[in-house]
């Protein structure tokens, strides 16, 4: 299972310097409708991270069925983190981020 990530040159190029070898660099909303719904498509990939603001340029349909997606989970790595924990919780079955507090 692959991890992928989508975005700007600017917020794959850590994912790159990372190793990772599934780093796609869109310039158009157009092309990253179009690249994510075929990263959305392929069976070998297990994990989509994408930049949060990237989000606000898909339509609303797209939009929702890529954060209600389970396979791939889609990450948007930005500002909120619950979400975050809540994608890892729906994706895994259990809440890593939960204190004896909780």
Partial sequence: MEIAVLGSEDFVL???LAGLRRALIVSSDEEYAQKLEELMEDENV???AVDSADLARLNPIQRRKTLDSIRPVVIPIGRDESDLREKVKRA???DLYKTEDD
Avoid: P
Wanted: avoid cysteine; charged fraction near 10%; glycine fraction near 34%.
């Fill in 14 to 16: 850590g994912f790159r």
């Fill in 92 to 94: 895994i079955g259990i």
């Fill in 46 to 48: 297990g994990i989509v």
